[in-house]
């Protein structure tokens, strides 16, 4: 081969190989971004992960005898029913409140020439199911407190854990964009998730709700995909899959537009930064 045809070659190769990273160099880097993030998240605190379960756990007292004392809800196994809908929810709210400003917290990375701006969201997605998983051995704790029993169908989690990850980085995506123009949105959203928290069904059965309020909370995304994991987890059976499945083709179709607003926008976030 000619000396200029194999050193046309070369070059191209080169440089096919800077503009397209390889899969395993990106997936270095997200997972140095997941290490960074929960390191920075802990820095220099005594207690480490366990504020992830702290907050819940406190909560979980509060409503525990609120609802289940007081008012005498008659929920069986109450302390595990709040407990993983506290726990999908955590992890809900916290990937959607650390979304939206992902991309304005870290904008000496994104001042860097290739670097792959979309993977920012999945990044803090990803911190907040690493937290989820952390807090299944006090969920099973809990589930042998009170005396629920453990079935095969436990296997169907990852399906679940899907789902509900495809919805939140669809709405990860969106916020992370529109926070960088309009910095209220950080704000906003966690007016709006406090509202939303309270129509979850987290201390509560939906079914318990009259007409025409149930319409109105059977709506809401999260109290089919937290119904989930009661079902999985304390009456040991198949989830509604007509409802999951409902939300899994909303993901399908908010995760492309979610990402294609968040590639508009990325082109201005140097200059809005």
Excluded: C
């Excluded at 909560?59 to 008012?71: E, P, R």
């Excluded at 992890?91 to 670097?115: H, K, M």
């Excluded at 999945?122 to 079935?151: E, K, Y």
């Excluded at 025409?212 to 059976?237: C, D, K, Q, S």
């Amino acid at each position: 081969m000619p000396k200029s045809k194999r050193y046309h070659r070369q070059t191209a190769q080169r440089t096919q190989k800077i503009n397209q990273p390889a899969l395993n160099q990106r997936i270095d880097l997200f997972t140095g971004l997941v290490d960074r993030s929960l390191k920075l998240l802990y820095n220099r605190s005594m207690l480490g992960i366990a504020w992830t379960l702290i907050k819940p756990l406190m909560q979980l007292i509060v409503f525990a005898i609120v609802f289940g004392s007081i008012l005498e809800g008659g929920i069986p196994r109450y302390a595990s029913f709040i407990f993983s809908g506290l726990i999908a929810w955590t992890w809900f709210q916290t990937s959607l409140t650390e979304s939206a400003g992902s991309i304005v917290q870290n904008d000496v990375l994104i001042r860097q020439p290739g670097f792959p701006v979309a993977i920012l969201p999945i990044v803090t997605v990803t911190t907040g199911l690493i937290h989820f998983l952390f807090s299944f051995p006090i969920l099973i704790l809990f589930l042998i407190i009170d005396g629920a029993r453990l079935t095969p169908v436990l296997l169907l989690l990852p399906i679940i854990l899907t789902i509900q990850a495809a919805l939140i980085t669809s709405f990860a995506y969106v916020l992370a964009a529109i926070n960088v123009a309009f910095r209220d949105t950080q704000h906003t959203l966690n007016v709006l998730l406090q509202m939303l928290f309270y129509l979850s069904g987290i201390f509560y059965e939906v079914d318990s709700i009259s007409e025409p309020y149930r319409t109105i909370v059977v709506l809401n995304p999260m109290v089919h995909i937290i119904n989930a994991y009661r079902a999985v987890f304390i009456e040991g059976v198949q989830p509604d899959w007509m409802a999951l499945g409902a939300i899994a083709l909303l993901s399908a179709a908010l995760l492309p537009i979610g990402y294609a607003i968040f590639q508009h926008q990325s082109f201005r976030f140097v200059e809005d930064l």
